[in-house]
């Protein structure tokens, strides 16, 4: 039998989940089960709250366009969110989209809005951000929902950063050839520090940001390649590169 049910679909809820719960969904909800995925009367959903762990429930049809769910019995003890932060500069928002879901899906357990000199804009929707990185846990199967603290100023952010935990800072101009044997000589792979990864705009970042980063004690600066890449492709380079060589990917 499968670890894993992959043919249930997921749904985060907020309510507390016990064997026996009746979960009544929004119209939102309801249409998603009955209407978008096919879903009929008895069929598994799998329903997490970030709280209680994963638990295994049974639609019922209350109406035309009405359903609940019934909690049967829980799949999966609940986890730890993941102590991986990622910081960046907000981008426009659907590219913001994308980016959230993909930090969220290669292991971010913080993901951290940092505002810079050339960041695009400072405005930025965290409701949205929040729901897509809600978005993504459900789909990727996680159990405890990333968070999305309030944009900060690239200065705090960096001071908010215990001095363990190690800072890998995407830098175009880092003279590093070979990011995998850095991030190895950074820290031990065996036993990986807390990790944070940062960044940018696609402006880069000032002389001075980039002086202030390289100043903090447990840094390392990468380069991911010869090429420019823009900043959500980067948010998935480099969390892929961190993940497979200090972080659950190795």
Not at 1 to 8: G, I, K, Q, V
Not at 211 to 231: C, D, E, K, N, Q
Request: charged share 25%.
């Amino acid at each position: 039998m499968p670890a894993y049910d992959f043919t249930a679909p997921r749904l985060h809820v907020e309510s507390d989940l016990a064997a026996g719960t009746v979960l009544p969904l929004d119209r939102a909800q309801a249409n998603y089960l009955l209407n978008v995925l096919r879903r009929g009367p008895d069929d598994p959903v799998l329903v997490f709250n970030g709280r209680d762990g994963e638990w295994r429930a049974h639609l019922v049809q209350t109406g035309r366009k009405g359903a609940d769910l019934h909690v049967a019995e829980r799949t999966r003890a609940q986890t730890p969110r993941a102590d991986l932060h990622y910081l960046f500069a907000p981008l426009k928002s659907a590219r913001l989209d994308y980016l959230a879901q993909k930090a969220v899906e290669m292991g971010a357990g913080t993901i951290r809005p940092v505002i810079t000199r050339y960041t695009q804009g400072e405005r930025i929707n965290m409701d949205r951000l929040r729901a897509n990185a809600v978005e993504a846990a459900e789909q990727c199967g996680i159990l405890a929902i990333p968070d999305c603290p309030e944009p900060e100023k690239l200065g705090p952010a960096l001071a908010g950063l215990a001095p363990e935990r190690l800072l890998v800072f995407c830098d175009e101009d880092a003279p590093v050839s070979d990011p995998v044997r850095a991030l190895r000589e950074a820290a031990d792979p065996a036993a990986p520090p807390p990790l944070a990864v940062l960044v940018g705009p696609e402006g880069g970042f000032s002389d001075e940001e980039r002086t202030a980063i390289r100043a903090r004690p447990y840094t390392v600066a990468l380069s991911l390649g010869p090429r420019i890449l823009r900043a959500d492709t980067a948010a998935v380079a480099v969390l892929t590169l961190v993940q497979a060589v200090l972080g659950d990917a190795r």
